[in-house]
């Protein structure tokens, strides 16, 4: 369960970036180069409402490393977002309630509002991504499939997810307007 004590004891990106020990450069890389549309960033700041996210991660995921960044930049784009990282190994009480299947793949994104009732959820890849895998990249060698996966992120620079999250922001507003 969340309450606003445990969300704000959890790191902020910036806290969970000091203590990455595993690929410590491309965390940095990817974060520095990191940026957000501004018309995603528009569409946030529009919906009215404020919105806590927390991240489930760990340091040595590689779908972790090109999908947080982002998400961490977003958060400080949009004045109405806030983001914290919590461990996923650290917390199986989150983690089991976002399983994906039987998995505990991550990230994971959990979106709460402001009183940190949870209104969804995304993760562990944008759709189109988790679609290709699923279908296509199961039936490639490991090596390869990353390659694929990785070239996948280079292009879209983050936007899928974001948009995603967003969507997920938007159907909760609309919902509740």
């Known amino acids: 369960m969340m309450t606003r004590e445990r969300y704000q004891a959890a790191a902020t990106f910036p806290e969970f970036l000091a203590t990455a020990e595993k690929n410590q450069e491309l965390w940095?890389?990817?974060?520095?180069?990191?940026?957000?549309?501004?018309?995603?960033?528009?569409?946030?700041?529009?919906?009215?409402?404020?919105?806590?996210?927390?991240?489930?991660?760990?340091?040595?995921?590689?779908?972790?490393?090109n999908l947080l960044p982002v998400v961490a930049r977003f958060a400080e784009a949009v004045p109405n977002v806030q983001l914290r990282v919590l461990g996923r190994d650290a917390n199986p009480d989150l983690m089991d309630a976002h399983?994906?299947?039987?998995?505990?793949?991550?990230?994971?994104?959990?979106?709460?509002?402001?009183?940190?009732?949870?209104?969804?959820?995304?993760?562990?890849?944008?759709?189109?991504?988790?679609?290709?895998v699923k279908e296509v990249g199961l039936t490639m060698e490991k090596?390869?499939?990353?390659?694929?996966?990785r070239a996948w992120y280079a292009r879209?620079?983050?936007?899928?997810?974001?948009q995603e999250i967003v969507g997920l922001m938007e159907g909760v507003s609309a919902e509740t307007a």
């Open 99 to 132: 399983l994906t299947g039987s998995s505990r793949s991550i990230p994971v994104v959990i979106i709460y509002d402001q009183n940190f009732n949870e209104i969804g959820w995304w993760g562990p890849r944008p759709t189109e991504l988790q679609k290709w």
């Open 28 to 65: 940095h890389g990817i974060y520095q180069r990191a940026s957000v549309p501004l018309d995603l960033v528009q569409q946030a700041m529009e919906l009215g409402q404020n919105y806590h996210l927390l991240a489930l991660s760990e340091d040595w995921c590689g779908d972790a490393v």
């Open 156 to 162: 879209d620079k983050g936007r899928t997810t974001v």
């Open 143 to 149: 090596d390869e499939r990353y390659r694929h996966i």
